[in-house]
Each structure stands twice: as structure tokens, then as C-alpha cells.
């Protein structure tokens, strides 16, 4: 089975622009989560989707939403960009009776 | 608040020679403790999910325990292909397969040398 699938894989961008980044979540997972992991750091948590509703928001600013398709797939925006918003953006899928969260490859943000 | 810190931040390991990683959490109400294998660039592997205290997980040369305040991961004779990141992450009292988030400690880079 194929896994957690995100596109692309790296993207630059200037500040002020916009970015729109893709999740596909294993077949048959209806969870997706969203984490940012900026070098040397842990990822941390940006949104939670199920079932095509927000179940969770981390302490990001309002520059950041996102939302789920009928697929269950994912689009993750960002509005404004800023220098620190430079990351590796990970995308993670689950199913609603199991904890275990499983992480696609992640897209590769540079902010200049 | 919940927090999970790993220590230490890197271990250089010869290849052959045994040591363990820790991971110390505070959260209230643990639902679950997760380690994850990250190469560089990756995205993270999905490692060992532990629930309660005492219970042990092993897969090749890792074994990860758990006690009420923290975890290890110990790498038996490690060989170089062993080198990555490993990130452990708990979910706290909310934390649940449709709600909730995993809370992510800063990693342990560990190098593995032949």
C-alpha cells in the first residue's frame, strides 16, 4: 500500500507571497494532521482534520489554515509568508480506533 | 503544561557498542508514547507506540521501554545504517486517533561509525 503522499517536495517562495501544500493520507485513514519542523527541532503540531472537520489547531498564526476534501486528502495554506516560516512541513495520516500517526516525506519550504 | 525532552542531544557510538536513548515526559494524562526514526530531509518513520508503565516493545536491535515519567530506546551492537534522528513524541489526555495532537521532544541525533 502506498503511504502518506505530499507535493511537492520543495518549494521556494518570497515573503509576502502565498503557498498551498498537498496531502494524500493512506488509503482508509480519515485523520490528517499537519506539523511544522524547522531545523534541529521536533515537528510541531499545526492541524488536526477529520472527517473534513478541524479537531485540532496548534498555536500558529491566523496566516495559517487549512482544510480537508471529501477524499480525505489535504490542502495545508499559508498566507503572507515570512523569512520564518521556512521549514519542513509534514503531513501525517491515522485511523480514528488507532493512535499511531504515520508521516508522508514532508515538502521543503524556503522563504526568501 | 506537556513537555517531552530527549537527551542526550547527540551520541557518536562505535558501530558494535550498546547505549540507550532517553526520553522524559510531563503530560497530563498519557495516551500513548511514540518514537520515530527521522533521516535527514525525511519525513519521520513510525517506530514503537508504548501505553503503560512496564511495557516493553523491541524491533531488530531497538527495544523501547516505559516508566510513569520516561521512556527509553536502547540500540543493541548499533551498525552504521542505524544513524538517523529519533524523535519521541507523547499524546496527552485528550489525544486520540480523530482528536488531538503529538507533542514532539527535539530528537537524539546519533551517529554510528564502522
Known amino acids: 500500500d502506498a503511504g502518506v503522499t505530499q507535493s511537492p517536495t520543495h518549494l521556494i517562495k518570497t515573503r509576502g507571497q502565498h503557498v498551498t501544500l498537498r496531502c494524500s493520507p493512506i488509503?482508509?485513514?480519515?485523520?490528517v494532521s499537519w506539523y511544522q519542523q524547522v531545523l534541529g527541532q521536533g515537528p510541531q503540531f499545526i492541524f488536526q482534520y477529520y472527517e473534513k472537520e478541524e479537531r485540532g489547531r496548534g498555536n500558529f498564526p491566523d496566516r495559517f489554515s487549512a482544510r480537508q476534501f471529501p477524499n480525505y486528502s489535504s490542502e495545508l495554506n499559508v498566507n503572507a509568508l515570512l523569512l520564518g516560516d521556512s521549514a519542513l512541513y509534514l503531513c501525517?495520516?491515522?485511523?480514528?480506533?488507532?493512535?499511531?500517526?504515520?508521516f508522508g516525506p514532508g515538502t521543503r519550504l524556503t522563504v526568501l | 503544561e506537556d513537555q517531552v525532552t530527549q537527551s542526550p542531544e547527540a551520541l557518536r557510538l562505535q558501530e558494535g557498542e550498546s547505549s540507550s536513548l532517553n526520553c522524559s515526559y510531563t503530560v497530563s494524562g498519557l495516551r500513548g508514547l511514540f518514537w520515530y526514526r527521522q533521516d535527514p530531509g525525511k519525513g519521520p518513520e513510525f517506530l514503537f507506540t508504548?501505553?503503560?508503565a512496564g511495557e516493553e516493545k523491541e524491533k531488530e536491535r531497538l527495544k523501547a521501554t516505559l516508566t510513569k515519567k520516561e521512556s527509553f530506546l536502547h540500540i543493541t551492537a548499533p551498525k552504521p545504517e542505524d544513524s538517523a534522528t529519533y524523535l519521541c513524541a507523547v499524546g496527552g489526555a485528550n489525544y486520540g486517533g480523530s482528536q488531538g495532537n503529538l507533542i514532539f521532544g527535539k530528537g537524539t541525533k546519533l551517529s554510528v561509525k564502522p
Open positions: 508504548l501505553y503503560s
Open positions: 501525517a495520516s491515522s485511523l480514528p480506533s488507532y493512535n499511531e500517526q504515520f
Open positions: 488509503s482508509g485513514h480519515k485523520s
